[in-house]
């Protein structure tokens, strides 16, 4: 929506903060030891590990890193065996929150997430409270001076994508599940050069946040997303342009 914000959308923006913070290597090495213990450390095929190792070249992790990730995966080194959940919950102004967690010890980490959220104006729920408003989507962005407009829409179509849109000087190309693989594969041996890609959620409606909750919940979700057990954390509020510049 035109005028708005939406919690992916300031995600990205702050995405390169982030990344010097270092919390995202932590991140990426989980998904790459478990992606290697479930199906093997064969990247080719392997279709979670190779988006994880992606991820990692994306963010610029040493290749030792990655391969030490991945025999940790596989067996062939000592190393902490991850769980992977999920927990749901609510934020200030009663916004949906879903949580994607890998821990070697859930009591602890609903524990801490339970108080994250308590502290902040939020509250933990049952499973399945929010779940249902978050679809799983394939997410590929691309910045604008890759490509035409027209012509990138039209390849990224043709190789099965369901839409795409501009956001600041960015391509966000979103994909079903199964079509993610594809149309990513199409526009790379088309020689365009992908940003970032991911298997996303994508809130299905969205809730406008009120000013008084608006500096509360983004430090709620900033406190999340540093959580080292995190994955990924989703919500589906949007601010608006006004409220965002008397905080930002």
Known sequence: MSGHSKWSTIKHKKGAADAKRGK??????????VAARIRGGDIDGNPRLRLAVQKAKEVNMPQENVTRAIKKGTGELEGVQYEETSYEGYGPGGVAIFMEVMTDNKNRTVGEL????????????????VAWIFEQKGLIIIKISEKGEEELLELAIDAGADDMQTVDNYYEITTSVESFEPVRKAIEDAGIKVQSSELTRIPQNTVNVEEKNCKSLLRLMDTLEDHDD?????????ITDEIMATIE
């Open 24 to 33: 995202i290597f932590t991140k990426v090495i989980k998904e790459i030891t």
């Open 114 to 129: 339970r108080a994250t959220l308590g502290k902040n104006g939020g509250n933990m729920g049952e499973n399945g409270c």
């Open 230 to 238: 995190i994955q990924k954390v989703y919500s589906n509020f949007e």
